[in-house]
């Protein structure tokens, strides 16, 4: 039996309402305590905005919490049922590695799940060992919490516990847990599993269930189940619209990793770009290029078109009519998304009003910098600073056609360049978490126990927008290299 622990000190407060679902949502758990667990990333600020006693939490009390030793006397440890297109491939998934331990209860009212990665083995392993190597985790850690500074919605990551025990890979690699914080768990792939049981009542529980969690204010009186459809639309246009614009790729979009929140999660194999171009891959398991940086959207809508699916049976008695239905919210998705990216676009270009050139100015900027090979981030940053000796682009005919245009278009519109240029300060990151920048900060805390590299690296990602002169260091793309730069899934 699982052991329980008081939390008046360290400030859990759970309520369990996904267990309160049909019982084939989900599998209770014991908890498989690990070694000799120490913790070696803790989240304060986060912890702090959860009502949890940061403090008591890091304590030994505290940490045999997060490493799953024990559980707190409001927890219910549990593993989640779901299925997903795996690259376009239908599998019975669920969580293999991860408990979560409830859902904690801000006094502001805010529910959000705790979930424990890496915890152990559950139903739903299949062959694998219910563990995580600490190298991922902690780049789960880094990639997450820059995302969430980005200020784009993300799950979070509170801490990082190394369990003293090896996880076997291709080597034996250093085990740990992650506790990873989201406002909640709901999957496409959750509604996949549910629309799979056969059973429309456990469908319809799921999709009431969603509703009244992430969509409480939405109008539901014509069509809820279409309402709950076009919401999850419309969060993800934003969400896809958000990566595209910093350049992240997720690298793993299958439908058990697209949250039903609009939220980004799970963070295998994904990267940030460094050169334009829509074609970047990094996810070593990717050979197809399938969910390639400019593929993105298109992803999304493949698997949006999977969460209709699910849907058919409570959006109309009548299946062409459901299908109907369907078909018209998904073909929202292209405008929503595209009005998204314009905006955010023209917020880079220091853009306030909207003019139909925009998109030709916008297009023509990135044709140059994929032909020229300029790095995404960094020419923004330097149109900012007015730095463009820096770029790729500098001292070419066409950019200087370019840039001409795009100062006219500045000059046409009524604020002035003092305030153009602070919004372009607030669109575009001085840093983005560049994968040879996080990969020497992994190396050091997992080969040499050295957290300080990551420590530096965070304390500037996590200010992305301050433009500080600490950043600049950090900003520089990698030296060119033969390689091109693989991530792996890191289970
Ligand atoms: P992911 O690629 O991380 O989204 O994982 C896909 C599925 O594999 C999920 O159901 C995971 O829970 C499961 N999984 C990944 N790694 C492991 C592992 N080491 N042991 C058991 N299940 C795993
Ligand atoms: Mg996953």
Redesign the pocket.
Known sequence: MTKKVETTETGWNFDNSYARLPKSFFSSLNLDPVHSPELVIFNSSLATSLALNAEALQKNDGVEVLAGNQVPESGLPLAQA?A?H?FGHFTM??????LLLGEQITPQGERMDIQLKGSG??P?????????ALGPMLREHIISEAMHALGIPTTRSLAVVSTGEA?IRETNLPGAILTRVAVSHLRVGTFQYAAGLGNVEDLKALADYTLQRHFPDVDTTENRYLSLLQEVIKRQAALLAKWQLVGFIHG?M?T??MAISGETI?Y?PCAFMNTYDPATVFSSIDTQGRYAYGNQPYMAIWNLARFAETLLPLLHDEQEQAVKLAEQAISDFQELHIHHWHKGMRNKLGLFNEEKEDEALIKDLLSLMQKHQADYTNTFRALTFDQLEETALSGTEEFNQWHEQWQERRGRQQESNEDSQQLMRNSNPAVIPRNHRVEEALEAAVEQGDYSVMERLLAVLLRPYAHSPEQEEYAKPPEPSNQPYRTF?G?
Request: with cysteine; net charge neutral; charged share 30%.
């Open positions: 779901y997903g795996q998934l669920g969580d293999g590695r991860a083995r559950t739903y392993s299949r062959g694998g060992d219910g563990r995580a996880v793993v299958n058990d990793n799970d295998g899934c289970t």
